[in-house]
């Protein structure tokens, strides 16, 4: 699927609703932006979340910015009640 977009002054570029329907990406959202400088194309993937503290990808909880799963917030607060 193609679409052709105009960069404004400031050089950013809205990607079209239906596209963003089409793969779930919701606003507010973090895309990972890749040169890929040997073919002149820019490439936009979605941001995997997954646990600041272990990498799951499962059972997210966001807490100032970061996401957390639920086993790790377990642990830490079974590590905070023994302080």
């Keep these: 699927m193609r679409c052709e977009k ?7 570029i ?4 239906y596209m963003r329907k089409m793969i779930g990406i919701t606003g507010e ?3 990972d932006v890749t ?10 993937r979605r941001k995997a979340l ?5 990498g799951s990808p499962k059972n997210l909880t966001e807490i ?7 086993n790790c ?6 590590l905070e009640k023994e302080l």
């Design 64 to 70: 100032s910015g970061s996401h957390i799963c639920r």
């Design 29 to 31: 959202e973090k895309l």
């Design 14 to 17: 809205t990607i079209p609703k």
């Design 6 to 12: 105009m960069i404004d002054n400031s050089g950013r």
């Design 35 to 44: 040169l890929m400088d040997e073919i002149g194309q820019i490439v936009l």
């Design 50 to 54: 997954k646990c600041a503290i272990c």
């Design 73 to 78: 917030i377990a642990a830490v607060s079974a």
